[in-house]
């Protein structure tokens, strides 16, 4: 990315979470974990961290789908000085620290389990 669709990224990322924040507080727990941008700054790709069971999960994101419109024209109203046009919202669901927490269980589980010591060769 160049230097300034990384600043429009990170300039909508902050400004999304302020909006999902105080003017969606009824919006679980959601965490922007990236804003990835098109070259053309048309399109804003955002990844979203959420908590719950995966229902829950799917429910979030079929809000935030509903909710597209409502939540760039907020986005429109707090940037709209610093953009001709307001880049079309994508969102994403981001399944990183889902996948991290699952490899922590497993190094924990390998960690605990016992050394047998008739296997381990000797120097």
Request: aromatic share 6%; hydrophobic share 40%; no cysteine.
């Amino acid at each position: 990315m160049s230097r300034r669709t990384e600043r429009v990224a990170s300039l909508l990322q902050h400004e999304l979470g302020a909006i999902f924040q105080l003017e969606l507080p009824r919006t679980p727990i959601v965490t922007i974990v990236e804003v990835k941008v098109t070259v053309d700054l048309g399109i804003a790709r955002v990844y979203i961290s959420t908590i719950g069971t995966p229902e829950e999960q799917a429910a979030i994101m079929a809000h935030l789908q509903e909710q597209n419109k409502y939540i760039r024209k907020l986005l429109s109203q707090r940037i709209r000085h610093q953009f001709r046009r307001i880049p079309e919202l994508e969102f994403y669901e981001d399944h990183l620290y889902e996948h991290a927490r699952h490899i922590e269980q497993l190094l924990s589980q390998v960690r605990k389990a016992p050394v047998d010591d008739a296997e381990t060769p000797l120097d």
